[in-house]
Each structure stands twice: as C-alpha cells, then as structure tokens.
C-alpha cells in the first residue's frame, strides 16, 4: 500500500507548523557548526520541550540529516550538482575537483548489505598476532593488547583497550564499497580516524600514540574540539584533552610488526621500558645505567636471549631473582 | 454514497473521456508513447486519491485538471532521468575498483532520487551551498568563500533549504 502511505505523509506534512519548521530549520544551520557546542545543544533541548510543534518539527527535521548522510560526496556532489544546464553542471564538477579537505560527516546505507561483524581479539604478553578483516584490512597486534571490532552498516570500528596496533587498511578492489564507510579507532583518549592505509595505534597510560606510515588519519580527542589531520611520515600523541604537535615518525616505530626491536643510540632505560612489554613479570633497569646508549636489531621472540647478549656490549650485569623478576644493574 | 465511492466514480468517468487525450498530451511532451502511457497511468491513480474529487461536484475543468496532475510527474519525470543521466557518467568516471556493488548502487540512487526531490526548485545557488554543507561538510566560512557570497548569506541559503527539505521530507 505504498501509496496510501505516501498520502498519509502528506496528510502529516500539512499539519506541521510552519513556524516550528522555520525554527527547527534554524536549528539545523546553527547546529552544523556548533554540534559540539553545550551551550547551543542545551538551548536546543529547551526549544524542543517547549511545545509538541517544535518536537514532531524537530524529528522532521533530523531525517533531512538522515537522508543526506546516506549519500558519500564523491557520487553524491556531481549526482545532486547535476542541472538541466550543463554549463553548470560543469561548474560544479570544477569545484569538487577544487575540495581538498575530507568530509566530516559520512556515510550509512540503509541496507543490510553489509556484513556485520563484532568480534574481540587480545593478545598475552610476549605474544603478537596478525589478522584479516572482512573489509580487507589487515591487523597486527603487538604484546598484551586488547581490541574489539565492530563493523556494521554505518561504520567500521576498531575499540583498542589497552597495547598496540598496526593497522593497514589497503584497498582491497574486491571490496569496493568498504571505501565508503569511515575506518575509525577509539580508545579512551579519543578517535581516530582512517583517511590513508597504514598507520600504528599505541595506548600508554593517559595517552594515545598515532604513527602513520601510508596515507593520512585524523585525530579527534574525547573532550577538545580540536580535529588534527597526520600525514604519511609523522606521529603524534594526544589525551582526551590536548592533541601534540606531529613529529617527523620513528622510521623503526611498526618494526615490532616483523618480531624487532631496532634501537639506534636509544637510552638504555627506553630500551628496557620497551623491552618489558614483551616478558611477563618485572624488568627493571638501576637508574644509574638508563643513560646508557644502545644500537641494534633484537628480535622480540627470545627476550631472553637479548637480555643474555646485553652485557657483551654494555657495563651492565642481569640479576635474575626468578625467571619473573629480572634486573639490570651496573657491572 | 461515500465521498470514496464519488471519487471513484468520477474517476471513471475522467477515464473514459479523457484518458486517449491525455496519453496524446503525455506523448508530445515526453516524445515517447511507452512514458506517456505510464504516466498517463500514474495520473489517474493521483487523481483517484485527490481531494479535489471527494466532494460529489463535478470537475469544472476536467482537462486542465489532468494537465496540472500530469505536469508535476513529467517534472519529476524530467528530474529523475536528468540524475539518472549524472549518476551514469559519475559512475563511467570512477576508477573501476571504486564502483559500487550493484546492490549499493541502486539502494545509492534510491537515496540520490529522495534527497534531489526534496532540493526540487531550489535556486541553484542555494541547492550548491546547501550540498557543499551537507555532502562536504563544508563549513560556512568555506562555502562563502567558494561561491563568493557572504557568511550571513550562507545561513540564509541554508536555512531556506532546510525548510523545504523539512516540508518535503516524508
């Protein structure tokens, strides 16, 4: 009864304020720039309670959102741009050559093409584990790491809860449609989004460390507005609060991904702390020696053999209290 | 009788009279006779469910009627073939390793089909700035800057838009 249901809308339409519509379509033109405004959002919440009007006018208005959202900007701007002019048209397709910068708001289709999947994977200490999703995306998971994936219609979610991941979203051409629902990770500093292909996610204490190595990702802390785009060749670290400035990356920094620790005139405190997610139980190094430099490319699957081979190179001697407890002091 | 019942026997008288005239308008308009026999089709099935017929007067202006019932669908008609055209030559453009799946391409053009409905007789200035908002995420300093226009303009274009889009959404 597909038509009857289309003149019952109708039939709704009329009813609607048209006041109320006015507002609530005032709303939405404020709200595109102060989404993550409490000032505005509060405001908003009182004009909606305010009269029944406002609140059906306001549910209207946000499938307008709805319905857009549907629609990613590379087919929908020449699509929609389309005119019975074709002078125009060509204007248009002129101007989204011009756009440079990544929408902000994407991407859901209503249909259930997608394959849902949520899924948990950790690895234990000492452990890493490569994956493939069903996008095409490939997982590593370095020592003592936790992630959920949740993919659905509208999005592709990696959650890390604590450790490191290398992620390479390369594109797999089989996968065509994958290209239009956004790559985000989460952790609890904030999100991270997936412009490019290949980049390292690390959770440490309050912070979240962000290496790209292909492509580019967009930083957006839980609790700042502020939005930081990384390029290819650059990490950076960010809190829920405040987003650092890029760094030029670690060349060695996804290395860990191949089973190696590469150290170049690293302090040999740096190089114990590292060391030390890789072995279950403590690993201490005597503050008198973190000074140290050391150089090399240690293979992550026997740490301790790396840790027998130290003092071949280095003033020091390695105290094994138990197999658990090791430290590194002075010799 | 039920103002249902009127409708629809006035419906069948419309028919009977008017339906060859009207394929024959539908024909010249369209230049396709197949087209004009759908639409002459969906038409009638507007007219049956219109309010100008629940009452039991007879039509005044049966043809001029018609004619306004079928003027908006061969506008839509137009509409819809003219972003049909832009769909495929956005599509022939993409790298072939970005097309989407059948299945999203038609849900796609499904969505493409509403949201160009509800942005029908927009002026194109409004209709450019609202899709730069929506579709780009554009902010509105952006859009001044691109179309030359101020950013109160920009709000102003928005709003009207999202008006309409309001109104039309179903």
Known sequence: MHHA????????????????????????????????????????????????????AWQRAQLVNDKFGLIP?????????????????????????????????YVAYRHSAWREWTADYATRTGERRSLSLNDGTELELNTDTALDVKFDAVQRLIRLHR?????????????????????????????IRALGTRFVVRRDHDITRVQVYDGAVEVQPANAGARQVIQ????????????QLPRPVDPHG??????????????????????????????????????????????????????????????????????FWVSLTAA | MTSSDSARQ????????????????????????????????DTFVRVLSSRELQTEEPLQEPRAFLVTVAGRLVS???????????????????????????????????????????????????RQAFLLAQLEGCTYAQIAERLGISVRTVKRYMAEAYEQCIMLTL
């Open chain 1, 254 to 323: 996804a290395d860990w991904a191949r089973g190696l620790l590469v150290a170049q005139q690293m302090p040999l405190g740096e190089f114990i702390h590292e060391l030390a997610r890789y072995r279950p139980g403590l690993l201490r190094c005597d503050p008198a020696i973190v000074d140290l430099r050391i150089s090399g490319a240690f293979q992550l699957d026997n740490t301790d053999q790396v840790l027998a081979a130290l003092p071949a190179t280095l003033p020091v001697q390695v105290v094994y209290r138990t197999r």
């Open chain 1, 163 to 191: 450790g490191e991941v290398l992620i390479d979203t390369g594109a797999d051409p089989r996968r065509a449609d994958e290209s239009f629902r956004p790559f985000w990770v989460q952790t609890r500093q904030g999100r």
């Open chain 1, 232 to 243: 290819a060749g650059q990490q950076l670290s960010f809190s829920a609060e405040a987003v």
């Open chain 1, 73 to 105: 900007a590379q087919l929908g701007m020449p699509v929609l741009g389309h005119a019975s002019s074709s002078s125009r048209r060509r204007a248009i397709k002129a101007l989204v050559l011009l756009m440079t910068f990544v929408p902000a708001s």
């Open chain 2, 76 to 126: 839509n008609h137009f509409r819809r073939r003219s972003l049909e055209q832009a769909w495929l030559e956005t599509l022939a453009a993409l790298p072939p390793q970005q097309v989407p799946s059948p299945e999203v391409q038609t849900s796609l053009l499904q969505s493409l089909h509403e949201v160009d409905a509800m942005l029908d007789g927009l002026a194109p200035r409004v």
């Open chain 2, 10 to 41: 006035q419906c069948g008288a419309l028919y009977v009279e008017h339906h060859r005239w009207l394929v024959g308008w539908l024909r010249y308009k369209l230049g396709c006779l197949h087209d004009a026999a759908d639409l002459a089709q």
């Open chain 1, 5 to 56: 249901d289309s003149l019952n809308g109708m039939d709704q339409t009329d009813k609607l304020d048209r006041t109320a519509v006015r507002e609530a379509a005032g709303w939405l033109v404020r709200l595109h720039e102060e989404r993550q405004n409490p000032q505005t959002l509060a405001a908003l919440a009182r004009w909606r309670a305010s009269s029944e009007e406002h609140e059906r």
